[in-house]
T-cell receptor
Framework: DTGVSQDPRHKITKRGQNVTFRCDPISEHNRLYWYRQTLGQGPEFLTY????????KSRLLSDRFSAERPKGSFSTLEIQRTEQGDSAMYLC?????????????????FGSGTQLSVL | AQKITQTQPGMFVQEKEAVTLDCTYDTSDQSYGLFWYKQPSSGEMIFLIYQGSYDEQNATEGRYSLNFQKARKSANLVISASQLGDSAMYFCAMREGSGGYQKVTFGIGTKLQVIP
């Protein structure tokens, strides 16, 4: 049973460059989440997918950010024209949720994250 | 107002002793879930324990227990018999509401260091 995997683990880029991160969720999980975590803070929600549909986006997700989950399996998060303020750990999580059922106990399984440093 | 408040930036505990990590929350929903996650230096967030707002018993998972005091809106994590491998960041989180999607909100975490 493989967990959530993220690639790359670390990314160093220059300001203004585009970067793309990949997340492979646990295979049977239908929900996939992206979170951002800066030093000294807890993870902050960015966006989530139910299968291939992107159902919610945070106001933190500026139009330089785009996320896709084309076949309802892996997901990519792209940041265009990176800024130094984008430096953070980007965490992916997945879960198995059943529509129509209460989801307050929905457990998230996280990957190890991608640490982005923008110089 | 902060949804999740963790007031202890750092905690020390002697190996084999018990430690309590504090968490208070703020919600007007009747249905919500409370979680604790552990984040070691490797970065991965590891689920530890869950408590539902309607659960009458405090949740327990091995050495972890959740001291749920609904009226005080607190959900403290108790780790018994601390081990060196427990040294990590610990995050309290809450999922609110019922039906559809509910965002999970995390606190800022508590750094626990276990001393040999």
């Amino acid at each position: 049973d493989t967990g959530v995997s993220q690639d790359p683990r670390h990314k160093i880029t220059k300001r203004g460059q585009n970067v793309t991160f990949r997340c492979d969720p646990i295979s049977e999980h239908n929900r996939l989440y992206w979170y951002r975590q800066t030093l000294g803070q807890g993870p902050e929600f960015l966006t989530y997918f139910q299968n291939e549909a992107q159902l919610e986006k945070s106001r933190l997700l500026s139009d330089r950010f785009s996320a896709e989950r084309p076949k309802g399996s892996f997901s990519t998060l792209e940041i265009q024209r990176t800024e130094q303020g984008d430096s953070a750990m980007y965490l992916c999580a997945s879960s198995l949720a059943f529509p129509g059922q209460g989801t307050t106990n929905e457990k998230l399984f996280f990957g190890s994250g991608t640490q982005l440093s923008v110089l | 107002a902060q949804k999740i408040t963790q007031t202890q930036p750092g905690m020390f505990v002697q190996e084999k002793e018990a430690v309590t990590l504090d968490c208070t929350y703020d919600t007007s929903d009747q249905s919500y879930g409370l979680f604790w996650y552990k984040q070691p230096s490797s970065g991965e967030m590891i689920f530890l324990i869950y408590q539902g707002s309607y659960d009458e018993q405090n949740a327990t998972e091995g050495r972890y227990s959740l001291n749920f005091q609904k009226a005080r809106k607190s959900a403290n994590l108790v780790i018994s018999a601390s081990q060196l491998g427990d040294s990590a960041m610990y995050f309290c989180a809450m999922r609110e509401g019922s039906g559809g999607y509910q965002k999970v909100t995390f606190g800022i975490g508590t750094k626990l260091q276990v001393i040999p």
